[in-house]
């Protein structure tokens, strides 16, 4: 699986999509670690924390892009 590491920005955030035919797709900060981005293929984007806890991979959504002031 292909992880994509990216430095968040207000532009990086406006053009994530998720790929034709994809249900999702998540995007990592490249420097705030479990910090990521869930782009649905409906376009609806929200930053979750992810991280490993007993072998077991936890995802949590953190909030909505609609929280994210936009220029």
């Avoid at 490993?52 to 936009?70: A, C, D, F, Q, V």
Wanted: with cysteine.
């Amino acid at each position: 699986m292909k992880i994509n590491k990216k430095n968040f920005t207000t532009g990086v955030i406006a053009k994530a999509q998720c790929d034709p035919g994809k249900n999702q797709a998540v995007f990592y900060d490249a420097k705030t670690p479990g910090l990521g981005l869930r782009v649905t293929g409906a376009g609806v984007k929200n930053f979750i924390f992810e991280t490993r806890l007993n072998g077991k991979t936890l995802r949590r959504p953190l909030w909505s892009e609609l929280h994210i002031r936009r220029p």
